[in-house]
């Protein structure tokens, strides 16, 4: 099993490198994930060479996705998944309460792209949600609403996210 967490390798929790990475590898997986209204997900760590690497997309269902045991990570320190296609039944252009507590249950960080092209970080160690990149910066779900969930903030701490999603 890998080791989880970034402690595990020294590195900053949220370093440019892997945000760079994460970003790519959302990219090239959200129009599929749109496409089949389905959510992908799975890991990014380094290999025991020292490379940052990521798991294969696991394909979930619209609502939820657990990702396979990374064989070819030594250290995992983020997650990373996509939320499916756009629905005015869901608040899905914020990380749900259920995505920044199963990373912190795990021990990493995580990634979340959402139908509006939006990017997200989840700081599990501070418990807060941050926009690595707003609309548009991944591909978009070509029937998604701006506007749909109301104003959207560049960050939400966990309490508030909690509120907002009651």
């Known amino acids: 099993m890998p080791i989880l967490g970034f402690a595990a390798h020294g590195v900053a929790a949220q370093d440019g490198i892997e945000q760079a990475f994460a970003q790519e590898l959302l990219a090239g997986v959200q129009m599929r994930s749109i496409t089949e209204n389905a959510e992908y997900c799975g890991y990014i760590g380094f290999d025991g060479a020292g490379e940052l690497v990521a798991?294969?997309?696991?394909?979930?269902?619209?609502?939820?996705?657990?990702a396979d045991d990374p064989a070819n990570i030594d250290v995992i320190t983020a997650s990373y998944h996509t939320h499916g296609a756009y629905s005015p039944n869901y608040y899905n252009e914020v990380p749900?309460?259920?995505d920044i507590e199963g990373d912190e249950e795990e021990g990493i960080d995580g990634y979340v792209a959402t139908?509006?092209?939006?990017?997200?970080?989840?700081?599990?160690?501070?418990?807060?949600?941050?926009?690595?990149?707003?609309?548009?910066?991944?591909?978009?779900?070509?029937?998604f609403v701006p506007g749909d969930m109301g104003k959207i903030a560049p960050s939400y701490r966990y309490e508030d996210l909690v509120t907002l999603l009651e």
């Open 115 to 143: 139908p509006g092209g939006r990017l997200w970080y989840l700081d599990t160690g501070d418990m807060v949600i941050s926009q690595i990149c707003g609309l548009g910066c991944l591909p978009a779900d070509v029937n």
């Open 55 to 66: 798991s294969p997309p696991t394909r979930g269902d619209a609502e939820s996705c657990l």
């Open 96 to 98: 749900s309460t259920d």
